[in-house]
């Protein structure tokens, strides 16, 4: 009612509504390459298309008489009380969007109460955010790394700086083939960048120092642009900027990093170990075979997000939308499921819903917010999106997340 009131008096709203006009207005407002890297998918994009095409071939099937006029949207969802069914997806390099980032994006998920997966590869330390979430609920999302022991400082940080699950992303254990990005270039141009987990962890800092000097190691080239993100990555170490530029600290720390934040041999093993690590819930992110995620529920895993990761890694695979029934019967309710990919509209988290999902997470939404009004605007694409999916939930009958099951939708024709 509020945004409606606003309209009418001519206040106007610093993010547009309509998701195509908020992603242009994004594209106007970003670098070609920073566009390029947030909105982009894997390959020939046929999965980012199908993520968002697939959620047509379901069609809410409304009921009319009901009363509405009392909703409530909140949420029990792996130990948190929440406000409505919607979680912030872990996103990486924000810095791209703003320079606020991720504490930008911490103050407007706690002013909603909506939990944020702190990203591992965030643009700020995890402690950062955690302090500018206050007492909001918010997960941590783990890379898991080569190595061993900083996988466990990690998850050692994030319980102290109070995430009360571990959500560990299997889907990238090598970046997919982003062609926008490579054509753009992007790898020098994300050099130094959403490494602030790692630059702020003492097992990376004192791997770092364990390096052996590269003599045959290229210097720099210094140039304007280069030099901002030189002054960042020189900051972003423990000690002066200009002894971290004569130790040449901070190149070593991006090589390391480059070499060690994903770890291709992931398997059921780590997860096994993470148990031993962690008293926290473990959520497994990526997860879209229905045989894989019995095996998680047999694994003793507390939750899964069905995710393909916005369409970034394996192109042509399965859209969430559609996996997710197939899962929902295999899991049968044991552990809840959270979809992400494609969401973009009430009716998207109804459809998610009716087919088996406890709740739904956004991810390039609310970057483009983050790009057009810093914390307002990730705070403006939450507030359209709870409001649109209360209005639609009411006027397809319901009043609770609950009311939603499979007997709201139909095929599309
Ligand atoms: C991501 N995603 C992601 N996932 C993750 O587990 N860790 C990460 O650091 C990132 N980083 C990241 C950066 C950018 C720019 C994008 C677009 C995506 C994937 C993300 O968590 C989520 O799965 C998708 O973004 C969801 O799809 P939509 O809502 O973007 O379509």
Redesign the pocket.
Known sequence: RSIYLAGVSGERPRVPFHITSLEQEAEKRLSAQAYA??AGGAGAGQTVAA?RADFNRWRILPRMLNDVSEVDLSTRLIGLDLPAPLLL?????MELAHPQSDLAIGRAAAKHGVPL?I???ASRPMEEVAKAMGDAPRWF?L?WSREEELVKSFVSRAENCGCSAI?V?LD?KMLGWRVNDLDLAYLPFLRGKGIAQYTSDPVFQRLVDEMPEDPQAPKPRINLKSLATLWQMLNAHPGSPLDNLRSGRAQKAVKLFTGIYTNPTLNWEHIARLRSYTRLPIIL?GILHPEEAVRAVDEGVDGLIV?N????QVDGAVSTISALPAISSAVKGRIPLIL????RSGADMIKAMALGASAV?????Y?YGLALAGEDGVSEVIRGLLSDFELNLRLAGGTRPSDIDASWLVRAP
């Open positions: 890297y947030i993520n997806a872990p996103l990486g390099v997966i990203s591992n590869q999302q890379y959500v992303t990238t992110k995710s990761h916005g369409g970034r992400d990919s494609g969401v997470a956004i991810g390039r939404p970057a």
